[in-house]
């Protein structure tokens, strides 16, 4: 059996310590940053875990914004790629066999990137 931990909500007073501490950070310009080490976002990330709001686990560390990034960047090579041999006349098959990617992501990235495939 798995132990469900209750959530507890906050009094009033930590939400206004919490929309206080929020204010800091949006006044300094930190509206769309996830992993800050400032002090004004570390103060608001720390009561946030000590009201129970933010738990240890759900903490992110950038990681799916790193591989995001990674993902994108794989796509935009293969889409080079993928041009390159549509433009020498390969086919799907064939340029998914050459670059050793399913047909489907092929595709995928052919309607993505706008890439005009012949059919054979």
Known sequence: ?????????????QWHEL???LDDVVEIGHV?????????CKKLNNYSE?????DKQEIDDGRWDRRRLETKHRHEKDAIDIIKLAYQ???????ANKIKRSKDYVSKLAVE???????K
């Open 19 to 21: 929309n206080h501490l």
């Open 113 to 119: 990137f706008d890439i005009e495939i012949q059919k």
């Open 32 to 40: 769309n940053e996830r992993n800050c080490r400032c002090t004004k």
């Open 1 to 13: 059996m798995s132990k469900v931990k209750k959530r507890i909500r906050p009094t009033k007073e």
């Open 50 to 54: 000590y009201i129970g709001l933010l």
């Open 89 to 95: 006349g390969c086919n799907r098959k064939e340029i």
